[in-house]
């Protein structure tokens, strides 16, 4: 396994819960059972928070941290 995606997914400070979303999304991939909830605070279409929470592999919880 690479260690930058390792570096990335322990990134955890997105990795959080947002009380006063204004949208909010959660999926859960039906092939790997990898789940994730995306909270977003956007005002005047702009992205002013966003925090990310999930059951999922190293992989996803990387590409989470990314975003």
Do not use: V
């Not at 570096?7 to 955890?12: M, V």
């Amino acid at each position: 396994m690479d260690l930058e995606i390792l570096n990335i997914a322990s990134n955890t400070d997105n990795n959080r819960n947002i009380k006063s979303r204004t949208h909010y999304s959660k999926l859960k991939n039906s092939l790997c059972g990898d789940e994730i909830k995306i909270d977003l605070i956007i005002r005047d279409n702009k992205i002013i928070d966003f925090g990310y929470n999930g059951e999922s592999c190293i992989y996803c919880q990387a590409s989470a941290s990314l975003l």
